[in-house]
């Protein structure tokens, strides 16, 4: 894992770097702005999840899912059953939904408390009815050959 250097600029955010010099400015009070007028916006009641992918995009999982707890996001979103596992660990008993499809032998190896898998093939589906304390959401084909 790249040790990643991180500069404080106030309350507007951080500067996250590597060694490289590659770098990314992390906004808090943009992110906050941008989830409060959503919530201003839609319906109540309605949930917000944070997607997070691609390992927070390069953050970390831990840092990103912290962002969102700080301005009380619904839940969360992820792309890998590692992502997922991480995600739960820090989420604050917040659900996380591993939203690619999971492979039917991975299921039994990432139920957790908190954490809905998704679903994505007749094969998956028997596997999850068998799984103990296993939430998941089921994605079915939409018609074109394709889940979602």
């Known amino acids: 894992m790249l040790d990643m250097g991180v500069e404080t600029l106030g309350t507007r955010g951080e500067r996250i770097g590597d060694r490289r010099g590659n770098a990314v400015h992390v906004d808090h009070a943009a992110f906050s702005a941008n989830l409060l007028l959503a919530r201003d916006t839609l319906p109540g009641g309605t949930k917000l999840f944070h997607v997070i992918k691609g390992d927070g ?87 074109f050959g394709r889940f979602g």
């Open 57 to 143: 995009y390069g953050l970390t999982i831990d840092r990103t899912v912290k962002l969102g707890l700080a301005d009380d996001v619904d839940g969360f979103c992820v792309g890998t059953p590692e992502e997922a596992i991480a995600a739960v660990e820090v989420a604050n008993g917040k659900p996380v939904i591993l939203f690619t499809g999971s492979l039917p032998a991975e299921l039994g190896k990432v139920a957790r408390p908190g954490l809905i898998v998704t679903v994505n093939s007749i094969e998956a589906l028997q596997v999850a009815t068998q799984v103990a304390d296993l939430d998941f959401l089921l994605e079915l084909d939409c018609g």
